[in-house]
DNA sequence: GGATGTGAAGTCGTTCACAGCT
DNA sequence: AGCTGTGAACGACTTCACATCC
């Protein structure tokens, strides 16, 4: 057990472990080793063990890990064992998505408001999506709405003109954390925590390996 | 100039780098500084210049970089001087808004294809959403459409427990590209590309770090 | 003068290899 | 005997600092 600063790749991992970790759960599977872990995971046995070590000795030398210890440890540790409470900011296409995504999220996210600059043109969008009227507001609330909805973590899915503009609005509302979905990249004051989903670099990077690999 | 692999972080950067170059030429700047360029993209500036060393001298010592130049040629370096021919496979909620997602589409990344497994089921949707009938394929078409459209890579935004299946499919069609929604770990053959985006994962991320700095 | 290009130093993360438990 | 936990070696990426060149 250490102080260390817990590198971010490490959490990612962590996160991957537990979605492992979590079907062999419901596969019955009580015991699991770094090596299994790794594989499934596609890392080295020891990068595993490491990860752990970061926050403490899980395992039992000889035998493994509990699965069930293990998964709950870790969403522990992740903050995945209580609620968090996300607003969407610009119902375009995306953000309409992730509306109506609440398969892809987790239990503990729940998405507790929408807004939008013209809530009344996208409104019907969301409603015909999810079967029932939707309530858009205007990002001009957000503060106000923040404080009585507790608002936890603000996705940004705006045009990337806009991104700034909103983020100081998120800021504003001392909403701490972001995600944010449009390339542009987001100032904010200390103790706000953004986090990038640039899935626009992401297939530009998939298309320099393909384009640099035929030679 | 060297022959050095490039690490994945650069190809990332100079995605960024792009994207404010681009804005810079909009604005009619015509040279652009290591410094300058850094700070827009939250960088350090040795960093910028160690990445385009990667790829050869694009600089005036005491000057800076010509703008446009310097633009095209990362256009180039990076593959985005040509079109990529996009297919995507699972028109759920996902898949819908990123056909519908132009906007935050370069201009050199093309739509060529959709897939579903029930094809009639979402077809209603995507229409209405496009303003005209769009065409779903089932993907047991993959293999002979890919080659008659020329897909260069598939965007996966099926539920996650269908998404190996799809990725064998994708490598028998052999479509060297994949970019991975889901959060299932794929296995492909050497010599295919998968780039996931974790973005389950990255919100998992974000938790994580607005948990631990309330201390 | 001033900004690039780059070896060298530094930092961070991963992998190895083995001691330590069970 | 087997698998974890971990110091030490390794490797990769980042930052520094300065020589180089316009």
Not at 41 to 65: H, M, S, T, W
Not at 70 to 89: K, V
Request: proline share 4%.
């Amino acid at each position: 057990m250490k102080a260390t600063k817990v590198p971010e790749a490490t959490i990612r991992r962590l996160s991957t472990y537990t979605r492992y970790l979590k079907e062999l759960e419901e596969q019955g599977e009580t015991v699991v080793s770094s090596a299994q872990l790794a594989k499934a995971c596609g890392v080295n046995p020891a990068q595993v063990r490491k990860d752990l070590a970061y926050f403490g000795e899980f395992g039992i030398r000889g035998v493994g890990y509990y699965v069930k210890d293990l998964y709950e440890d870790l969403r522990r540790i992740l903050g995945l064992n209580r609620e968090w409470r996300l607003a969407i900011i610009g119902i375009g296409n995306l953000g309409t998505a992730l509306l109506n995504f609440k398969d892809f999220l987790k239990e503990n996210y729940k998405i507790v408001a929408a807004f939008d600059i013209k809530p009344e043109v996208v409104v019907g969008r969301v409603a015909e999506k999810a079967g029932k009227p939707a309530e858009i507001l205007h990002p001009d609330r957000l503060k106000e709405v923040a404080k009585e909805r507790k608002i936890d973590i603000a996705i940004i899915t705006t045009p990337p003109s806009e991104a700034q503009k909103v983020a100081d609005q998120v800021v504003e509302a001392n909403i701490r954390g972001i995600l944010n979905f449009t390339p542009a990249q987001l100032k904010v004051p200390r103790g706000f925590i953004v986090k990038n989903v640039y899935f626009t670099t992401i297939l530009d990077n998939l298309v320099y390996l393909l384009q640099s690999r035929r030679r």
